[in-house]
């Protein structure tokens, strides 16, 4: 086998974006069959950076350009179909434009889509989350989870007269300034670790922001023990403990919050709450909530043009809706299922991968050592690259990084064919397993 290899910038979706050399007859397999996507990627360098307008979507040699979805699937612009396990990075709890969605949201498109007013969708949703998550007294609307995370942070400082922001090292929580890794009073723990969280939140802090797992940072679960202790330190030295549900919050039916064990004071949200469209929201007590009303003294400001706009919040109610405790219940099996075949596929083709899993939200990861640190969930970028690469050739849309989750539309017919893509995938890398073990990372 010809192991020639291809240098080429990539690491997507990781801070890291050192280039790394994928072999040629992969990239050539990929690239051949995609001369409609490499000619988009081509004239798109020009008017948008690097092709792309978020830092996840572009992977090496270019990316695949999607020009629709339906269901559990996508369709590219060179004619192939995908099975969909980014589900636009686990927003899309039940695939793509799901029939109970679409009804509602196409006549709200002719009625008006944002008013400078209150509306009752918007209040049905608030109550939604109301009935839902424990926790979530009231609720105040965004465009996206980075947005309620800045909301989440100012009502905090607000509120305790304070700066200081404990987060903990690989977590995410949008790409807003105040949680950039370098910004200003950031203290950061390491997840799942008791020592150093008494030094770490202190008097000063104003918000201690934690993940019920970390997402971006690998889909490591968290330990209940240390997220309990992380809120029983913010309580005991007066900061706002706030849980950043925009993720998992699909993986419970009032979030992952009450079968932690946690009771936050506030709980930040996102995704699967808008049905398909930007959202994002801060649900917390409501003496916290309270200091953005337009009913007391010196209130926070907070405004949005299109805060709560009218298909989004519309289409979160009917995605809650069609998401009870019976459903995430059988998602969370199906990963769990998914996930092991996934790892015996691996040892089967002699490319040990571990899958590491929270819900119906998943990471591959390569070797066959348990990973539990976002360092090194963030190891072996020419694996993680070859086996995306390797999975679109076999129909099978994944996030580069090596997650994968599951929506409600996925048959158990497409379980299987996702399950036999990655059988697929590492029987194409088990030829190139001496390239991946030079580089040190497949170990
Ligand atoms: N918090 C978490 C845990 C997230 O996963 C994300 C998005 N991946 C965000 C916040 C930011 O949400 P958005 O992309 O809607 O701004």
């Given at each position: ?10 690491a ?15 990239v ?5 069959m995609r ?30 350009s999607?020009?629709?979805?339906a269901g ?9 179909e995908?099975?969909?396990?980014v ?6 709890i039940?695939?793509?434009a799901?029939?109970p969605?679409?009804?509602?949201q196409?006549?709200l ?18 109550e ?11 609720v105040?609307?965004t ?10 942070l ?27 890794p370098?910004?200003?009073e950031v203290?950061?723990?390491?997840y ?18 934690m ?6 940072g690998g889909v ?12 029983d ?7 706002v403990?706030?849980l ?8 419970g ?13 506030l ?5 699967i709450i ?11 007590r ?20 299109f805060?709560g ?5 519309a ?7 069609h998401?009870d ?19 015996a596929?691996?040892?089967a083709s002699g ?5 590491t ?13 348990r990973?539990h640190?976002?360092?090194?969930a ?10 995306h ?21 996925l048959t158990?017919e497409?379980l ?7 059988a ?20």
């Open positions: 086998m010809d192991h020639a290899s291809t240098a080429v910038r990539g997507p979706g990781l801070a890291d974006a050192h280039p790394v050399a994928l072999p040629e007859p992969l050539d397999a990929y690239a051949t001369p409609r996507s490499r000619e988009i990627f081509e004239r798109a360098c020009v008017a948008l950076p690097g092709a792309e307008t978020r830092s996840v979507t572009h992977f090496a040699p270019f990316p695949t999607i020009e629709r979805g559990s699937r996508l369709h590219d612009v060179d004619g192939h995908y099975l969909d396990v589900n636009n990075y686990t927003s899309l039940h695939g793509n799901f029939a969605i679409v009804e509602v196409i006549p498109l002719s009625s008006g889509t944002a008013f400078s007013a209150l509306h009752l969708r918007q209040l049905e949703l608030a939604a989350l109301r009935a839902r998550v424990a926790s979530v007294e009231q105040r609307f465009n996206s989870g980075s947005e309620a995370s800045a909301l989440a100012r009502i905090a400082r607000k509120a305790t007269g304070r700066r200081g922001l404990v987060m903990a090292t690989g977590a995410y929580h949008g790409g807003v300034d105040p949680f950039h370098d910004a200003p203290i950061r723990v390491d799942n670790q008791l020592d150093g969280l008494d030094s770490a939140i202190t008097e000063s802090t104003a918000a201690v922001f993940e019920p797992f970390l997402g971006a490591l679960p968290g330990e209940p023990e240390f997220l309990r202790a992380v809120q330190r913010a309580r005991e030295v007066g900061a403990f706030v950043d549900e925009v993720q998992s919050l699909r993986n039916f009032g979030g992952m919050q009450s079968e932690l064990g946690l009771d936050p004071d709980t930040t949200m996102g995704k808008g049905g398909g469209l930007p959202i994002g929201a801060v649900g917390g409501a003496r916290l909530l309270e200091l953005t009303s337009p009913l007391v003294p010196e209130r926070l400001e907070h405004s949005g043009t805060n706009n009218i298909p989004a919040v289409g979160g109610v009917v995605a809650l809706r998401l405790g019976a459903r995430i219940e059988q998602l969370n099996t199906d990963a769990a299922l998914l996930a092991e075949r996934i790892e596929a691996g040892r490319m040990p991968v571990t899958v899993r929270s819900g119906s939200i998943m990471n591959v990861h390569p070797g066959a050592a990973v640190t976002p360092k090194a963030h190891r072996g970028l020419t694996f993680r690259a070859a086996l690469l390797a999975l679109l050739v076999e129909g099978v849309y994944a996030a580069p990084r090596g997650m994968l989750n599951l929506s409600t539309v158990p497409d299987e064919a996702v399950a036999a893509g990655y697929r995938a590492f029987e194409h890398l088990s030829d190139y397993q001496a390239l991946l073990e030079r580089d040190g990372e497949a170990a």
